[in-house]
């Protein structure tokens, strides 16, 4: 059965600093991997979509990697901002779609 | 273009009661996904259709059960409800089948059964 998890549960950092967001999955046998943002209370938004043939992907500010075979994601944002703050998902794609918990990232102004 | 849809936005039911949510997803698509998120947790799969058919289920009791319309909307039912299925109900459209595109997600639907 397929696991996902997230590390660190929450994460706060000052505004401008560069960092990284774990994610890690127990089944290699994926489709793709594809990370999200979650405001408090809302839907998902989708940032970034890897498929299982490519090693990263990058939009703006930010930048997915993905290493299928030790089953390892991670997510980059360069020079946060206060928006940045929200909660942020991985999830891993096979017959269905498996999510992590998430990381609460809080950007100090 | 809109986007994923979803209504109502918000519920209270109490414990016994069913409940219908209804989503309508990205002019095009017609792959429905359903998502159950409780607080504090990543969403957990529940349904996907497509083409009005059922291609997917998850972990989840017989008291739950959708369906997907001609125009490609779908429902999710819950019967029974009791405590534990208070949470956000997130619909997600994409364009054909689940594990090789983006998934749109809705604005949700949160429960609360009393």
């Known amino acids: 059965k397929q696991e996902v998890t997230q590390i660190p549960a929450a994460l706060s950092v000052p505004e401008g600093e560069n960092l990284v967001l774990n994610c890690s999955f127990t089944?290699?046998?994926?489709?793709?991997l594809q990370w999200f943002r979650q405001d408090p209370g809302k839907g998902l938004t989708s940032l970034l979509l890897?498929?299982?043939?490519?090693r990263e992907q990058t939009s703006g500010r930010l930048n997915a990697s993905l290493d299928k075979s030790s089953g390892r994601s991670t997510l980059y944002i360069a020079a946060s901002q206060p928006g940045d703050s929200a909660t942020y998902l991985c999830?891993?794609?096979?017959?269905?779609?498996?999510f992590g918990a998430g990381t609460r990232l809080t950007v100090k102004p | 273009d809109a986007g994923v849809t979803q209504s109502p936005t918000h519920l209270i039911k109490t414990r016994g009661q069913h409940v219908t949510l209804r989503c309508s997803p990205i002019?095009?698509?017609?792959?429905v996904s359903w998502y159950q998120q409780v607080l504090g947790q990543g969403p957990q799969f529940i349904f996907q259709?497509?083409?009005?058919?059922?291609?997917g289920r998850g972990n989840f009791p017989d008291r739950f059960s959708a369906r997907q319309f001609p125009n490609y909307s779908s429902e999710l039912n819950v019967n029974a409800l009791l405590l534990g299925d208070s949470a956000l109900y997130l619909c997600?459209?994409?364009?054909?089948?689940?594990?090789?595109?983006?998934?749109?997600f809705g604005p949700g639907t949160r429960l609360l059964v009393l």
């Open positions: 997600a459209s994409s364009l054909n089948s689940l594990s090789q595109e983006t998934q749109y």
């Open positions: 089944d290699s046998a994926i489709y793709n």
């Open positions: 890897i498929q299982s043939s490519q």
């Open positions: 999830a891993v794609s096979n017959n269905d779609m498996r």
């Open positions: 002019s095009g698509h017609k792959s």
């Open positions: 259709y497509y083409e009005k058919e059922e291609r």
